[in-house]
């Protein structure tokens, strides 16, 4: 079993910016794929951003190109998700995942083996 753990949610301003940082522990893979996703009140989860193992290969949902950028460290077994120019409709429960798969299977979440418990991350206007 692998363990997610998101933090680095909070409030912040229009125009400001967070870092928000998952940990995976327990059993975790030789190689894996890790994700972000994000669910709005009253709205479904949605994909927000993936990167393969070796970090080669990354994913945008289009609402977030050119201010989201994903990264991860493998020696820590965590993936990161720097958020600039944070907007108001950015506001919603960020959930990390992982999967066996690539990082295009994380597109969409049934691609997810993994979730954690996820962060808020408000933005004020």
């Known amino acids: 079993q692998v363990q997610l753990v998101e933090s680095g949610g909070g409030l912040v301003q229009a125009g400001g910016s967070l870092r928000l940082s998952c940990a995976a522990s327990?059993?975790?893979?030789?190689?894996?794929?890790m994700g972000w996703f994000r669910q709005a009140p009253g709205k479904e989860r949605e994909f927000v951003a993936s990167?393969?193992?070796?970090?080669?290969?990354?994913y945008y949902a289009d609402s977030v190109k050119g201010r989201f950028t994903i990264s991860r460290d493998n020696a820590k077994n965590t993936v990161f998700l720097q958020m600039n120019s944070l907007k108001p409709e950015d506001t919603a429960v960020y959930y990390c995942?992982?999967?066996?798969?690539?990082?295009?299977?994380?597109?969409?979440?049934?691609?997810?083996?993994?979730w954690g418990k996820g962060t808020l991350v408000t933005v004020s206007s």
């Open positions: 990167i393969s193992w070796s970090g080669g290969n990354t």
């Open positions: 327990g059993r975790t893979p030789s190689s894996y794929a």
């Open positions: 995942a992982s999967t066996l798969g690539s990082s295009s299977d994380l597109r969409t979440d049934v691609g997810a083996d993994y």
